[in-house]
């Protein structure tokens, strides 16, 4: 069974940045596409980003590009989420997620998620 664990999120000033981090357990991680997603009050789930486990193909949603940078690192089973330039409407839970091994955009486990608030 795979467990993920969020840390990092916070309360931080528009225009600030914080390092989202997302440790999993459960085996195979090079090889599970991971994202992250997020969920403003409201409103529904929404993709943020994701990094596949072959090749490490990289995607985002176009309002986080150039703002957020998603990346692994195998060696400690950990993928990250640096959001920089924040705005006010990037507050959000923000869930961490993994895919069985190989898939690429099918995600069956979740965190618990981390609380990202950005002020005005």
């Known amino acids: 069974q795979v467990q993920l664990v969020e840390s990092g999120g916070g309360l931080v000033q528009a225009g600030g940045s914080l390092r989202l981090s997302c440790a999993a357990s459960?085996?195979?991680?090079?090889?599970?596409?991971m994202g992250w997603f997020r969920q403003a009050p409201g409103k529904e789930r929404e993709f943020v980003a994701a990094?596949?486990?072959?090749?490490?193909?990289?995607h985002y949603t176009d309002s986080v590009k150039g703002r957020f940078t998603i990346s692994r690192e195998n060696a400690k089973n950990t993928v990250y989420l640096q959001m920089n330039s924040l705005k006010p409407e990037d507050t959000a839970v923000y869930y961490c997620?993994?895919?069985?091994?190989?898939?690429?955009?099918?995600?069956?486990?979740w965190g618990q998620g981390t609380q990202v608030t950005v002020s005005s």
């Open positions: 990094i596949e486990g072959i090749g490490n193909i990289i």
């Open positions: 459960g085996g195979a991680f090079s090889s599970r596409a």
């Open positions: 997620a993994a895919s069985k091994p190989l898939a690429k955009s099918t995600y069956d486990y």
